[in-house]
């Protein structure tokens, strides 16, 4: 089995930073994309950014210049760096991987529990 266990939400002023980060645990043979997601309370939840296996990034336009993806793949982790926050930016974080147990298996999604981040004065 594999865990995805995300930690380093709270609340945060505006315009203030937060890093979260997604360490993913068990029986990992590789980690192809690793995705951050949100979700607002009475919205869908929504893709924020994606990172390759190989570091090639792409973000959602709500965040780009603002937010940053970054992987370790020795440690099996994936961070997001965000700043600038703003309210709109509230919501429970989600990560997820796509992750093969074995050199011959599948890759399966694997996701986080999430994390809260709020954006109040």
């Known amino acids: 089995q594999v865990q995805l266990v995300e930690s380093g939400g709270g609340l945060v002023q505006p315009g203030g930073s937060l890093g979260l980060s997604c360490a993913a645990s068990?029986?990992?043979?590789?980690?192809?994309?690793m995705r951050w997601f949100r979700q607002a309370p009475g919205k869908q939840r929504e893709l924020v950014a994606t990172?390759?296996?190989?570091?090639?990034?792409n973000y959602a336009n709500a965040v780009k210049g603002r937010f940053t993806i970054s992987r370790d793949n020795a440690k099996n982790t994936v961070y997001l760096q965000m700043n600038s926050l703003n309210p709109e930016d509230t919501a429970v974080y989600y990560c997820?991987?796509?992750?093969?147990?074995?050199?011959?298996?599948?890759?399966?999604?694997?996701w986080g529990q999430g994390t809260q981040i709020t954006v109040s004065s």
């Open positions: 997820d991987a796509g992750v093969k147990s074995a050199r011959n298996s599948d890759y399966r999604t694997y």
């Open positions: 068990g029986s990992i043979f590789s980690i192809s994309v």
């Open positions: 990172i390759s296996s190989g570091g090639i990034t």
